[in-house]
């Protein structure tokens, strides 16, 4: 049959006819002579995406001012539309509009729309338009997955007590950077009880080390919240060790990077000290959960080069031996010996009653004492003494990195961290970074009770944190200065909120301040109604702390956010 082509001519002001005759494809102008024109395409869709739909709008038809046409959209996995398989919804409208919502298609993940002008009476339907990508953010009631709370083959997950949720769904999967993920395998289905939903946490074992999940919380058939996370990857311990067992004699035989796993049960020290000779070892609690593994201890003693320590998924009480420090550095010939010691990190752990230090470092000779990094996270450190040593007192330490992170300290010592005593040959790469702690009641006679820093030049940086109550309870500072820092210093705070930081002087009480040199941008000062008593941190629902880090999420030890 002899095709023929209607001809537009573009004439005067016809403009918005030629506009649109340009947008469409030749085809739509094309007909058997004898047959009526086909319904023109739709065009200029857009989406809005939401929690629980996507409102999809596109432009009328072309000429259907004066006839009551209707639409059929399609939703695919498949921008191309090739296999019928992936269309997963079809709708029919009778507006330039369609809303798909979160009981049709499953939430978070890409689909692609596309629609036609149904045909009308005895004009053709029209060509499909070119698809647009879609997709439900959903409802979001789960809460990030605090760290410690994933294990090799288990994790704990947390949400807003919401009526009806019925499982969690793990789902395993691979990712390239900058693609999307691939999943494997079928998902694992955690039912939640009547008390898990009532209590809003849930534990999930059998999963696999090192792999990532996304985990979906459902309600019926549609997802409520969603996480991401990756398994921790497996242990093997060196020796495994039962409740009551003599920890001394197996930390004495044990070899330079042995790691000890210890069964939940209570160990206990005595009066003898836990002395590591020229060796790294790992005490490491099995079941990650530090409150059914507990240690008496009276001091943990790193002596000489190659020492190293790395406590992990522990209760460490030093309140039944009375113990002086948590670690103290030594070395031969009455510490006069040089010491290259192994790193030291403290991991998941609950630290309590010490008389002096956490950490003691400024034995030896001068510049003689050499640790690469030390560092504190997702710990909680409580109830020491206020003596003349700083928390970390770092005086003499050749160090590169002091890392403190996502970890909670209140009640510990006169001073937060102390380097100020002159070395010979610092290293030229010092850095001390406290990111994401909450830390309350702190500093009691030493002045500059957060940072004292003289003579040595570091680089410090406090981001994201909440910094609370200085000085402790009856204590009282001699300068208005929160940090002291060295001529070559630099520090840096960001993102944090300060409460209540004075010089503690009831008759001239005077805000605690920055020395001339610090940087401080888009920090904070809420009220809190924290005290020097205070053990739960919970930041409340409607705190303006819940949106004040650098990512837009809360500050403070992560532990507190849920």
């Not at 560092?375 to 700083?390: D, M, R, T």
Request: net charge negative; glycine share 6%; aromatic share 10%.
């Amino acid at each position: 049959m002899k095709k023929t082509f209607y001809k537009i001519l573009i004439i005067g002001t016809v403009l918005l006819t030629a506009n649109a005759v340009i947008s469409c494809n030749d085809d739509e102008f094309q007909s058997e002579s004898n047959d009526p024109m086909r319904m023109f395409t739709p065009l200029s869709l857009s989406a809005e995406n939401f929690e629980t739909e996507t409102k999809v709008t596109w432009s009328p038809s072309l000429y259907t001012n004066n006839i009551d046409e209707t639409y059929t959209t399609e939703v695919s996995s498949d921008s191309l539309f090739t296999n019928p398989k992936d269309i997963i919804l079809t709708k029919k409208t009778d507006s330039a509009g369609v809303v798909i919502t979160d009981q049709e298609i499953p939430v978070r993940k890409n689909f692609f729309i596309r629609v036609k002008t149904n045909a009308y009476e005895n004009r053709p339907e029209s060509h499909w338009s070119v698809s647009k990508r879609i997709k439900i953010i959903g409802i979001q009631i789960l809460h990030p997955i605090y760290d410690p709370n994933i294990l090799e083959n288990q994790a704990t997950v947390s949400w807003d007590v919401t009526s009806g949720v019925t499982e969690l769904r793990f789902q395993a999967y691979t990712q390239v950077s900058g693609q999307d993920p691939v999943y494997v395998g079928d998902p694992i289905v955690s039912q939640i009880t009547s008390s898990e939903a009532a209590a809003g946490l849930k534990t999930t074992k059998g999963l696999n080390p090192s792999t990532r999940y996304t985990v979906e919380i459902y309600k019926g058939n549609t997802s409520v919240g969603s996480q991401n996370f990756t398994t921790k990857s497996s242990t093997s311990y060196s020796i495994i060790a039962n409740s009551g067992d003599d920890l001394i004699t197996l930390i004495n035989n044990a070899k330079d990077g042995d790691i000890i796993g210890l069964n939940p049960g209570k160990y206990d020290s005595g009066d003898k000290l836990f002395t590591i000779n020229a060796k790294k070892i790992s005490l490491i609690g099995i079941s990650g959960n530090p409150e059914d593994t507990k240690v008496s201890f009276k001091e943990f003693t790193l002596n000489d080069t190659g020492a190293g320590l790395h406590l992990k998924n522990i209760e460490l009480d030093g309140s039944a031996n009375t113990a002086d420090y948590l670690i103290n550095l030594t070395s031969s010939s009455s510490n006069g010996a040089k010491a290259n010691f192994a790193n030291v990190l403290i991991e998941n752990c609950v630290v309590s009653n010490v008389k002096t230090s956490a950490f003691r470092a400024n034995r030896g000779p001068n510049s003689g004492y050499v640790m690469d990094k030390f560092e504190i996270k997702h710990s909680f450190f409580k109830n020491f003494l206020a003596s003349s040593y700083g928390f970390l007192h770092l005086d003499k330490l050749v160090f590169n990195e002091v890392n403190i992170e996502n970890s909670t300290f209140t009640e510990v010592g006169d001073l937060f961290i102390r380097y100020r005593e002159s070395i010979t040959t610092p290293s030229a790469n010092a850095t001390i970074n406290v990111n994401n702690c909450t830390i309350n009641s702190f500093g009691q006679s030493s002045s500059f009770p957060l940072l004292d820093n003289n003579n040595v030049p570091i680089k410090a940086n406090f981001t994201n944190n909440i910094i609370a109550n200085s000085p402790r309870v009856g204590g009282s500072l001699s300068s208005n200065n929160l940090i002291r820092l060295a001529t070559s210093s630099t520090a840096v705070f960001t993102f944090n909120n300060f409460y209540n930081l004075t010089n503690g002087k009831a008759a001239d009480l005077q805000k605690l301040v920055f020395p001339t040199g610090v940087t401080s941008t888009n920090n904070q000062e809420n009220a809190l109604n924290w005290t020097n008593t205070t053990i739960d941190f919970t930041l409340p629902v409607n705190s303006p702390l819940r949106t004040a880090s650098s990512t837009g999420a809360a500050i403070g030890d992560p532990r507190w956010w849920n």
